[in-house]
């Protein structure tokens, strides 16, 4: 089937920026997704990139997806303490409406 | 406020027993997902439901029974017959429309002794 790879872990220091990568291998995604859940709660959607797209920022958040490579990546500048969390990847092909997911990213920042 | 209530928050249950984990729903998504958590293994689909009275088996079925007899509600029912229950169980809804965004519950953990 389709699979969603991220690293394990990630740690830094607050105020510096933190960069989460993600490859996936379905050729047909059309939506990529980063999910963030806190310490035993469930998943908040963050943000999404459609297919087409190259780069989406939102505040602290960029977004940069390499299609040829099937790279995607989260950039979140000036990383807080309150950004410790899980971040999970997921994809979704066109014809599917079920999306995949990563085993996700604990970012872990130290003052 | 709308959202998705999933209970209990914690459960524990004896081994050979039986336990129900409740979803309901109020934002009127049609699609409702269980899927299993467990460290370091990400999250496995469950069961599906796009529509009531309707379901299917994800990944990982197994074990489990879910129905689906309400729009609202999609319980799941950790049978006995599931080898390795312990976990943390996330329901989550998907809005209509093409960006397919889930929407998750607070999740239940469940503990077998």
């Known amino acids: 089937g389709e699979d969603v790879e991220q690293s394990l872990f990630l740690s830094v220091r607050e105020g510096d920026s933190s960069v989460i990568n993600c490859t996936y291998t379905d050729s047909s995604s059309t939506y990529l997704y980063w999910y963030k859940q806190e310490p035993g709660a469930g998943l908040q959607l963050l943000t999404y990139i459609f297919s087409n797209m190259d780069m989406k920022q939102d505040q602290r958040l960029t977004v940069l997806l390499n299609k040829k490579d099937k790279h995607l990546s989260l950039r979140i500048a000036d990383t807080q303490t309150g950004d410790s969390a899980i971040y999970f990847c997921?994809?979704?092909?066109?014809?599917?409406?079920?999306?995949?997911f990563g085993r996700g990213t604990s970012l872990i920042v130290h003052p | 406020d709308g959202g998705i209530t999933q209970s209990p928050k914690y459960l524990f249950r004896k081994e050979g027993q039986n336990v129900t984990l409740s979803c309901e729903q109020n934002l009127n998504h049609d699609a409702m997902y269980w899927y299993r958590q467990d460290p370091g293994q990400g999250l496995r689909l469950i069961y599906y439901?796009?529509?009531?009275?309707?379901?299917q088996k994800g990944d990982i079925a197994e074990g489990y029974s879910v129905s689906r007899e309400k729009k609202e509600s999609f319980p799941l029912t950790v049978t006995s017959a599931q080898k390795n229950p312990t976990a943390f169980y996330l329901c989550a809804t998907v809005a209509g429309g093409n960006t397919g965004e889930l929407f998750f519950g607070e999740g239940s953990r469940l503990t077998v002794l």
């Open positions: 997921a994809e979704k092909g066109g014809g599917s409406y079920i999306p995949t």
């Open positions: 439901s796009q529509i009531v009275n309707d379901f």
